[in-house]
C-alpha cells in the first residue's frame, strides 16, 4: 500500500508502437512497448492511496519498460468494417479449421491419435454455452469424468509432440505425456472441495492407482495431455518464448453445472518448452504450492486450486539459493485445478512474432470469450456501455460495439479486484511477470509468494528481486497495471481494440482498484465510511513499529467504542503487537487510537456487531512461510500430518478454531533465517 506513480508504470508514448528488433536482441527476442501514459483520471485514481509521505519514500520506481517494440504494425482499419478487428465467431469448417489447417494445427482429417480430442463428450462447443448441458449426477469415479477438451479442439497446435526443446510456432500448445521420473508415488495431501467442484467422488483418493495416475505414471482415461504455449515479460524485460517447461495439462472436463476446470500436473516434466530445465519439481515448492492454493481459497481470493500433491520417490538437484552449492531433494508433482490457465504472455507471444502471427492472437481471443466470457458475446446497445476516456479526451468508447474492448476492461477490472485482495491480507506474489497473469483474474502460479509479518511496504519475498525489489508489496498495484498495458499493446497490435479503448481499460482499473481497496480498507478496521487520514497514520504507524499485520487487525475488534477509556488502558487490547516500544511512538499510538474511537462511536455500530463484520475479513490465520517450512521439515521425513492439519486451520482462516491457537502466533526467531522468510525462485 504505497503511493502510485502511474508513470513507473507505463512511459509516455502518444500511439502504440510496432514490434521493433532492438539492435541488440537476439533472434527471436523482441521486447513489447508499453502503451501510451495513463489518461489523468487513472493516474488521479492511483495516486490517493491511503499512505502518508513517510511511507512513499520506500517506494521504488518499477524498472524501466522496455523502450522498444510493442504490436506489429498494421493498415489502418477500414471504415467499412462492421466492428473494429472484430472476427466472425469460429464454426466448424470455418475460421477455427481453417486457421488450425494453416498455422499446423489439425488437418481437415484429423491424426487417428488426435480424433479423441476433436470429439465433445458433451456436445458441440460452439452451441453458445456451457451450462446446462449436464445434469445432476452422483459423485464420479475418474473413468466417468466428462472430459470436453475445447482447447485442443478449437485452437491451433504443434504438429510435433517431441520435447526437443525448440521454438513453437504457429501453435498454442503441444501434446505431450507426463515423463517424470517416479520410483514409488506417495499420495502426501488433497483437498476434498476441489475433487466436489470436478464431481470426483473423494473416495477415489484411496484407490491404490491414484498416486500413479497424479504423478503422470498411469494416463487418466479420457485425457488428452498438452503444454501451452506462451511468452512474457521478466522483470519488465520481454523474454520471449516460455511456456508450460514442467506444467502438463491432463485435459478439460465440465461438471454437472456447465462449468469448465482444467487439470494440469506441475513437475511432470519435460516439455519443448522446458529450455535448460528438467522439467521436474521438488516436495517443498510443491507444498508451498498446495497449500496456498487452498488457503487463498479460504480467505475468499481468486486462485487456482490443488487437487492433489504426489511424492515420487526419487530425487531432484536443485540449487536453492543459486550459489553454487546444489542438493538433492526429494522430488513432487502438484494437480492443479483451474478454469482455465490463460495469461497474459498466452496471447503476447503470438503478437511478437509478427503480422503473420496476428490471426492467432484474434482467434485465441474468441476462444477466450466464447468459454470464459461468454456474457460479453450477448451485449446489446440497450445496455449502454459508453464511456468517455478521462479528462485528457474527447473520444467516447461504447464497449457494446466491440466485445474485445468490453473483455480487455473486464480483465483490468478482475485484476484490479484480485489486487486489491492482495493488498488487504498482505500477501505478495514475488513474481510478477506478465507470464503469472491470469487472464481470469486468479492468483497463478504460487513461486516465491509470502504474506506480511511486520508490516513493511517494502517487503519482497523473493531473493531475485531484492536489487530493485519491483515486485514488493507496495509495487503490486502499479506493477499490475503496466501489465495490463503490455495485455493492451498486445490487443491493439492485432486490431482487436483501439488505443482508446485500452486506456480506457487502463483507467478502469485504477478506478476499480481504488474503489476496492478503499472499501476492504474500512472494513478492515471497522469504520462507517472510508478515512483516507486515519488509515494513513496507522499504516505510517505500523511500518514504523514494524507491527505484526494479521496479528493486529484481529485485535483491533476489540477495541470498544467507548471514549471514556482512561489513557493508560487504550492500547491494552493491542499489547501483544506493540512491543517494546517508547515512550514517543507508545503516545503516537494512543493518539491514533483515541481518532479511531471518535470514528468508531460517529458510526454507531454495537461493539459485538463491529467485531463481527470485521472478524469476517480479517483473518486469524494466514500461512505464513514459517508454518509452510513446518510443513515441508516434516513431509521430507516423511511426516504429511503437518500438512493435513495446516490445510484444515487455512480452509477456516476467519474461524476462531479453538485448540489451534498456535497456528496465530507471532512468528519466531528462526522465521526469519534464509530460504524461510525469503525464497528464490528455485522449485
Given at each position: 500500500g504505497t503511493e502510485i506513480i502511474a508513470q513507473h508504470a507505463t512511459r509516455a508514448h502518444k500511439k502504440v508502437g510496432g514490434i521493433r528488433r532492438p539492435a541488440s536482441a537476439m533472434p527471436g527476442h523482441f521486447r513489447l512497448?508499453?502503451?501510451?501514459?495513463?489518461?489523468?483520471?487513472?493516474?488521479?485514481?492511483?495516486?490517493?492511496?491511503?499512505?502518508?509521505?513517510?511511507?512513499?519514500?520506500?517506494?521504488?520506481?518499477?524498472?524501466?519498460?522496455?523502450?522498444?517494440?510493442?504490436?506489429?504494425?498494421?493498415?489502418?482499419?477500414?471504415?467499412?468494417?462492421?466492428?473494429?478487428?472484430?472476427?466472425?465467431?469460429?464454426?466448424?469448417?470455418?475460421?477455427?479449421?481453417?486457421?488450425?489447417?494453416?498455422?499446423?494445427?489439425?488437418?481437415?482429417?484429423?491424426?487417428?491419435?488426435?480424433?479423441?480430442?476433436?470429439?465433445?463428450?458433451?456436445?458441440?462447443?460452439?452451441?453458445?454455452?456451457?451450462?446446462?448441458?449436464?445434469?445432476?449426477r452422483a459423485r464420479l469415479k475418474l473413468e466417468d469424468l466428462n472430459w470436453d477438451h475445447s482447447f485442443v479442439r478449437e485452437l491451433p497446435g504443434d504438429p510435433r509432440t517431441d520435447t526437443i526443446p525448440r521454438e513453437v510456432l504457429r501453435a498454442c500448445y503441444t501434446k505431450v505425456s507426463p515423463s517424470a521420473e517416479v520410483e514409488k508415488p506417495d499420495l502426501v495431501a488433497w483437498s476434498e472441495s476441489v475433487a466436489e467442484l470436478l464431481d470426483l467422488d473423494p473416495r477415489e483418493f484411496e484407490r491404490p492407482d491414484f498416486p500413479l495416475i497424479f504423478s503422470g505414471v498411469s494416463p487418466l482415461v479420457g485425457g488428452v495431455p498438452y503444454a501451452q504455449c506462451y511468452g512474457g515479460h521478466q522483470f519488465g524485460v520481454w523474454a520471449g518464448q516460455l511456456g508450460d517447461g514442467r506444467a502438463i495439462t491432463l485435459g478439460e472436463l465440465l461438471n454437472s453445472h456447465g462449468e469448465r476446470w482444467e487439470l494440469q500436473l506441475k513437475g511432470a516434466g519435460k516439455t519443448p518448452y522446458s529450455r535448460f530445465a528438467d522439467g521436474l519439481a521438488v516436495l517443498r515448492s510443491s507444498i508451498r504450492e498446495f497449500l496456498c492454493s487452498e488457503a487463498m481459497h479460504g480467505l475468499g481470493i481468486p486462485t487456482t486450486r490443488a487437487l492433489c500433491l504426489v511424492a515420487t520417490g526419487k530425487f531432484v538437484s536443485r540449487?536453492?539459493?543459486?550459489?553454487?552449492?546444489?542438493?538433492?531433494?526429494?522430488?513432487?508433482?502438484?494437480?492443479?485445478?483451474?478454469?482455465?490457465?490463460?495469461?497474459?504472455?498466452?496471447?503476447?507471444?503470438?503478437?511478437?512474432?509478427?503480422?503473420?502471427?496476428?490471426?492467432?492472437?484474434?482467434?485465441?481471443?474468441?476462444?477466450?470469450?466464447?468459454?470464459?466470457?461468454?456474457?460479453?458475446?450477448?451485449?446489446?446497445?440497450?445496455?449502454?456501455?459508453?464511456?468517455?476516456?478521462?479528462?485528457?479526451?474527447?473520444?467516447?468508447?461504447?464497449?457494446?460495439?466491440?466485445?474485445?474492448?468490453?473483455?480487455?476492461?473486464?480483465i483490468a477490472e478482475r485484476t484490479a479486484s484480485l489486487v486489491a485482495s492482495w493488498q488487504g491480507v498482505g500477501f505478495t506474489h514475488g513474481v510478477l511477470n506478465t507470464d503469472n497473469m491470469s487472464v481470469l483474474g486468479l492468483t497463478i502460479d504460487y513461486g516465491p509468494f509470502g504474506f506480511l509479518d511486520a508490516f513493511d511496504p517494502n517487503y519482497t519475498p523473493n531473493t531475485t528481486d531484492l536489487p530493485g525489489r519491483r515486485y514488493c508489496f507496495a509495487n503490486q498495484p502499479d506493477v499490475c497495471l503496466w501489465n495490463i498495458a503490455q495485455f493492451t499493446t498486445t490487443l491493439s497490435g492485432a486490431k482487436l481494440i483501439s488505443q482508446d479503448e485500452a486506456n480506457y481499460a487502463m483507467e478502469r482499473y485504477g478506478i476499480k482498484f481504488m474503489d476496492d481497496y478503499k472499501s476492504?480498507?474500512?472494513?478492515?478496521?471497522?469504520?462507517?465510511?472510508?478515512?483516507?487520514?486515519?488509515?494513513?497514520?496507522?499504516?505510517?504507524?505500523?511500518?514504523?513499529?514494524?507491527?505484526?499485520?494479521?496479528?493486529?487487525?484481529?485485535?483491533?475488534?476489540?477495541?470498544?467504542?467507548?471514549?471514556?477509556?482512561?489513557?493508560?488502558?487504550?492500547?491494552?487490547?493491542?499489547?501483544?503487537?506493540?512491543?517494546?516500544?517508547?515512550?514517543?511512538?507508545?503516545?503516537?499510538?494512543?493518539?491514533?487510537?483515541?481518532?479511531?474511537?471518535?470514528?468508531?462511536?460517529?458510526?454507531?455500530?454495537?461493539?459485538?456487531?463491529?467485531?463481527?463484520?470485521?472478524?469476517?475479513?480479517?483473518?486469524?490465520?494466514?500461512?505464513?512461510?514459517?508454518?509452510?517450512?513446518?510443513?515441508?521439515?516434516?513431509?521430507?521425513?516423511?511426516?504429511?500430518?503437518?500438512?493435513?492439519?495446516?490445510?484444515?486451520?487455512?480452509?477456516?482462516?476467519?474461524?476462531?478454531?479453538?485448540?489451534?491457537?498456535?497456528?496465530?502466533?507471532?512468528?519466531?526467531?528462526?522465521a526469519y533465517r534464509p530460504g524461510v522468510c525469503m525464497l528464490s525462485c528455485s522449485s
Open positions: 512497448a508499453p502503451l501510451c501514459s495513463p489518461p489523468r483520471a487513472c493516474r488521479a485514481a492511483l495516486s490517493v492511496l491511503p499512505v502518508p509521505s513517510p511511507l512513499s519514500d520506500l517506494a521504488r520506481p518499477l524498472a524501466s519498460p522496455p523502450t522498444s517494440g510493442g504490436a506489429p504494425s498494421a493498415p489502418p482499419r477500414s471504415p467499412s468494417r462492421r466492428l473494429p478487428g472484430r472476427l466472425s465467431l469460429p464454426r466448424r469448417g470455418g475460421i477455427a479449421c481453417g486457421l488450425a489447417r494453416k498455422f499446423g494445427g489439425f488437418a481437415e482429417s484429423p491424426p487417428k491419435e488426435w480424433s479423441e480430442a476433436m470429439e465433445s463428450p458433451a456436445g458441440s462447443a460452439q452451441d453458445g454455452g456451457e451450462s446446462g448441458r449436464c445434469e445432476e540449487d536453492m539459493f543459486y550459489d553454487g552449492n546444489p542438493k538433492e531433494e526429494p522430488g513432487a508433482i502438484v494437480c492443479r485445478v483451474a478454469q482455465s490457465f490463460l495469461r497474459f504472455g498466452s496471447y503476447q507471444i503470438h503478437a511478437s512474432r509478427g503480422n503473420e502471427h496476428q490471426e492467432i492472437v484474434c482467434l485465441l481471443a474468441d476462444y477466450t470469450i466464447r468459454h470464459h466470457f461468454p456474457h460479453l458475446e450477448k451485449m446489446s446497445k440497450s445496455e449502454g456501455l459508453s464511456f468517455e476516456v478521462g479528462q485528457e479526451s474527447s473520444s467516447v468508447v461504447d464497449l457494446t460495439s466491440n466485445k474485445y474492448a468490453a473483455w480487455a476492461v473486464e476492504i480498507m474500512t472494513k478492515k478496521l471497522g469504520l462507517p465510511k472510508y478515512n483516507k487520514e486515519l488509515i494513513g497514520k496507522l499504516l505510517n504507524n505500523m511500518s514504523v513499529d514494524k507491527v505484526d499485520y494479521t496479528i493486529f487487525f484481529r485485535l483491533l475488534s476489540n477495541i470498544k467504542a467507548d471514549p471514556s477509556i482512561p489513557e493508560s488502558d487504550l492500547l491494552v487490547p493491542l499489547k501483544a503487537v506493540l512491543l517494546d516500544i517508547g515512550r514517543e511512538r507508545k503516545e503516537a499510538w494512543i493518539s491514533w487510537v483515541k481518532s479511531y474511537i471518535q470514528e468508531l462511536v460517529s458510526g454507531g455500530v454495537p461493539d459485538e456487531e463491529r467485531k463481527v463484520t470485521m472478524n469476517s475479513i480479517n483473518p486469524k490465520y494466514i500461512l505464513r512461510n514459517y508454518l509452510c517450512q513446518s510443513a515441508i521439515d516434516a513431509a521430507e521425513q516423511g511426516d504429511y500430518t503437518v500438512v493435513h492439519r495446516l490445510l484444515k486451520v487455512m480452509e477456516h482462516p476467519y474461524a476462531e478454531q479453538p485448540g489451534m491457537e498456535k497456528y496465530a502466533r507471532l512468528p519466531p526467531a528462526w
